[in-house]
């Protein structure tokens, strides 16, 4: 028996409910797998990773993100999690919501109360012979002890009675980083950017029936950015509605503004790219506070003046604490981008920036980080 696609589950929900049993329903609210690839539902689900891996797929998989994971990312994650106990044929899931570090309260024993319930998910079958599925959530957010405890549970897990899927964004805490690797498998979640939420968009739109123009394409990716469920939530009620999908249709029925992360600005502000970055200030302030933009912004800065003292890479990576990754690689290969007396300019902008916002009234937040945002462009496009 698989299960059904009817019931939607909350995904990535921080402190949720520990142990709930989903059997018979949807783990995510999207149908995307990583970079706009669809994940399919029932028997098609084999397509997504071929029916012969599918055969000897093993029973501890890993699927992780990146580690400021958006929506998007997070639906597509939930999504590949819910292929993986589709195509196991796995009826009976319990999952675990890892609450954040510090916001829970302590349990009995060396786990919190929220994640108790992975012990005996990891111990136990199905009472009719069936294998159970442990779905962890958020488990980056594991306490060292409780990784510990977790870690020797899946070492000695049965995998004619255990399924178990770890959905992490960023790293999961040692040692059951380790033996995740050691005995199972894993999969990856690449940061999902416009081009990937618009190849996504191109194929659910063909499975609704849906055309879509260019201008209906470019009104939905602005209005929903690259977060796949609602995007996938909007084309059923276009479908839904029956009219010609057009992008004067879009903005009269959403008015709403994508939540997306800081760095989707900062690579527009990197490109010199005013308009772009201009409106992804715009969506950010609407969800977010420009303290927080102002900060990653300030964190690009030490970074690239950094980079520009730096005789090599190497130095570079250990001035700035040892984590070498994507977003210092793209740093390193930039430092001549921007002069030196720029980045004097920038840092003095920001420093005005960060006393006008912590001191002028919040009607001028906006118009001060426009001026920012403009300015930087200017630096840091040359």
Known sequence: MRPSCGVSVPFLGGAGASGRRVGGGRLG????????????????????????????????????????????????????????????????????????????????????????????????????????????????????AEAEVIAELVDLADPQSVVAVFVVAGTVPA????????????????????RGATEWLAQAARDRRLRLDAEATRALIATFGTDVASLGQALDQLASSGEAVTGDAVR???????????????????????AQALRRLADFLHHGHPLVLLAALNSDLRRRALAAAAPDYETFVDRDGGKRNWGMEKIWKQRQQVKGSDLRLALDALSRADLTLKTAPEATHRVTMERLTIAMCRWYGR
Not at 104 to 117: H, I, K, Y
Not at 257 to 269: F, G, K, N
């Open 175 to 194: 040692p059951l980083g380790k033996v995740l690797r050691a005995v199972g498998e894993s999969l990856s979640v690449k940061r999902l950017n416009e």
């Open 29 to 144: 609210a999207g149908e995307g797998a990583c970079e706009g690839e669809l994940v399919p539902r029932g028997p098609a689900v084999g397509r997504v990773f071929g029916a012969s891996y599918a055969r000897h797929m093993k029973s501890i998989v890993t699927i992780s993100g990146p580690r400021e994971a958006g929506p998007g990312e997070r639906d597509l994650m939930l999504s590949r999690a819910q292929a993986t106990f589709e195509q196991l044929d796995v009826p009976d899931i319990v999952r675990v919501d890892v609450p954040p570090k510090g916001t829970s309260d302590d349990g009995e024993g060396p786990l919190r109360t929220a994640v108790e319930a992975i012990v005996p998910a990891l111990q136990s079958g199905s009472l009719f012979g069936d294998r159970t599925g442990l779905l962890v959530v958020d488990a980056q957010s594991l306490l060292k």
């Open 252 to 274: 009269s029925r959403f008015k709403n503004r994508p939540d997306e992360p800081s760095w989707l600005y900062l690579d527009a502000v990197s490109a010199g790219d005013r």
